[in-house]
């Protein structure tokens, strides 16, 4: 555990431990939780698709490819326990692949129209 005050910058590093000096990390999803085992039903997007969801995210240069450093502002679920959960889903690429998804960055979803 780590604490840390509401609207406290939350500061994260995560990094990729291999030997391959060509593997670079993109952060596709993370999600916050009331709870270490429901990340579905009641849950917060930080990063969904690639895509800043929290108004708070940035993300921080690092020299280092293999490794990620993000933060946002610490957060209560109302009427919940003070703790909150984190699950972040990570992708792995060779660095300079173009076609990877590493460098396709934010991918918004086209809404569809709804018939009557």
Not at 34 to 42: A, E, L, Q, S
Not at 67 to 85: C, D, G, H, M, W
């Amino acid at each position: 555990p780590y604490r840390v005050g509401i609207n406290q910058n939350l500061f994260l590093e995560a990094s990729l431990h291999s030997s391959d000096p060509s593997l670079e990390l993109f952060l596709d999803t993370c999600v916050a939780s009331p709870t270490r085992h429901n990340f579905t039903t009641k849950s917060y997007p930080i990063i969904k698709n690639g895509c800043a969801k929290d108004p708070t995210y940035a993300t921080y240069y690092s020299p280092l490819r293999h490794t990620l450093r993000f933060k946002f502002n610490a957060f209560q679920f109302i009427q919940s326990n003070p703790e909150v959960y984190l699950q972040c889903e990570l992708v792995v690429c060779r660095a300079y692949d173009y076609s990877s998804r590493c460098y396709q960055g934010c991918l918004q979803r086209s809404k569809r129209e709804a018939s009557s």
